[in-house]
């Protein structure tokens, strides 16, 4: 019986929490790669792409919102791995809509389907940056802090326990699984 409970429990974990529209999930160029975009943006203009990462800016414009993106690769549920090291670069991400950058602060994960539009020159920190930007056409944001952990942490367990002394002796243990 526990068996199953375990295999019931893992099995609802197996799914992620973000879900690409229908409408979309044929447009995205599933052999297109961030580094092919940042090499060469003008040869994928038109392409639809999925992307994901880590906001570092956002700032609202006359048409829209600005979002500067650390590219960051995405694991098997679309969300964005939290190893920074393993960057390939920067890019920006339009968004028609107007957002509040109070509700997009640094250090946001996100996982965008995006068109790609066009490259604009820019600046990181003192050198000449080419910024690949790409159009939103659609924009998860990961809340849970919890999912934002590198995915290949696998199963983990916590052991804690707890004791008080008050006249009588007492205590409690107890163990934790998560997937």
């Known amino acids: 019986m526990c068996v199953v409970m375990v ?8 799914s992620s929490p973000m879900k690409i529209p229908e409408a ?5 160029d599933p052999t297109l790669t961030f580094s092919q975009v940042i090499q060469h943006p003008e040869s994928y203009q038109g392409k639809m792409l999925l992307l994901g990462g880590e906001i570092l800016s956002v700032k609202r414009l006359k048409d829209g919102t600005r979002i ?11 969300r964005p791995l939290v190893t920074r ?5 920067r890019f920006l991400a339009m968004e028609k809509a107007f957002l509040d950058p109070a509700m997009f602060p640094p ?5 965008i389907v995006g068109e790609v539009t066009e490259s604009v020159a820019g600046k990181l920190d003192e050198m000449d940056y080419q910024f690949p930007v790409v159009v939103v056409k659609d924009l998860y944001v990961w809340k849970d802090p919890s999912l934002t952990q590198a995915s290949n942490s696998g199963p983990w367990y916590s052991i ?3 004791g008080s002394t ?5 205590g409690g243990m107890g163990v934790g699984i998560g997937f």
Not at 68 to 78: G, M, R, S, T
Not at 85 to 89: H, V
Not at 166 to 170: D, L
């Open 160 to 162: 804690f326990g707890g």
């Open 85 to 89: 090291t393993d960057s390939q670069g």
């Open 107 to 111: 250090h946001t994960l996100i996982t």
């Open 166 to 170: 008050g006249g009588r002796v007492g």
């Open 68 to 78: 500067e993106v650390l590219q960051l690769p995405l694991d098997e549920y679309q």
């Open 24 to 28: 979309l999930q044929s447009q995205i």
């Open 7 to 14: 295999l019931l429990l893992m099995g609802g974990c197996a």
